[in-house]
């Protein structure tokens, strides 16, 4: 049971350049999230999915898009990166409402 | 809109003593309150949380209070360590109609425990 698995870890990229992040959960969790954390700002919500098939936008979702095109997996993409998108970036699961989040181990990824 | 205040933004206190971070939410309506400790370079995780129908919990050397009519929840730490050092992050759930949720993070307390 390896929990929530985000790939890759690091990565630098151009402006202008796109690039998936993916976030995999192991827990048959139907709830999972994308956050970018920046200094000084807590964690904001990007976009989310309630199920299968289904994403809705967060707080901060422009600039980015996202799939749910299996229950485990979570996709967050960057179709032209932008340096306001240099952050760190999470994803969370949960197995249904008022049960807390778990978190994956991060992504960095800095655009030049 | 919803928001979450959290402070202090920074906290130092010497190996032993007791430290105390403060929360306040806008929405009536949340209900469910959880703490998350982030150590540096790590992911934040879930130390205690507690539901709009408690009004303290407690773990140990940690505990949570909750003042649901001032809207605000509180995190204890008692004989910190200097493990304890690490960001804080205090989060409040509120239901949607469309049986999602939002958590709504505050902006952290970074706590340094002194040996």
């Known amino acids: 049971n390896a929990g929530v698995t985000q790939t890759p870890k690091f990565r630098v990229l151009k402006t202008g350049q796109s690039m998936t992040l993916l976030c995999a959960q192991d827990m048959n969790h139907e709830y999972m999230y994308w956050y970018r954390q920046d200094p000084g700002m807590g964690l904001r919500l990007i976009h989310y999915s309630v199920g299968e098939g289904t994403t809705a936008k967060g707080e901060v979702p422009d600039g980015y898009n996202v799939s749910r095109l299996k229950k485990q997996n979570f996709l967050l993409g960057l179709e032209s990166a932008a340096p306001s998108q240099t952050s760190v970036y999470f994803c969370?699961?949960?197995?249904?409402?008022?049960?807390?989040?778990?978190f994956g181990d991060g992504t960095r990824l800095s655009i030049l | 809109g919803e928001n979450v205040e959290q402070h202090p933004s920074t906290l130092s206190v010497q190996e032993g003593d007791s430290a105390v971070i403060k929360c306040t939410y806008s929405d009536s309506a949340s209900n469910y309150f959880p703490w998350y400790k982030q150590e540096l370079g790590k992911r934040p995780q879930l130390i205690i949380d507690i539901r709009s129908n408690v009004g303290e919990k407690k773990d140990q050397r940690i505990a949570v209070t909750l003042n649901k009519t001032a809207k605000h929840f509180s995190l204890h730490i008692t004989e910190t360590q200097p493990e304890d050092s690490a960001v804080y992050f205090c989060a409040a759930h509120t239901p949607r109609m469309d049986s999602s949720y939002k958590l709504i993070f505050g902006s952290g307390t970074r706590l340094l425990v002194r040996p």
């Open positions: 969370a699961s949960r197995i249904n409402s008022n049960q807390p989040q778990h």
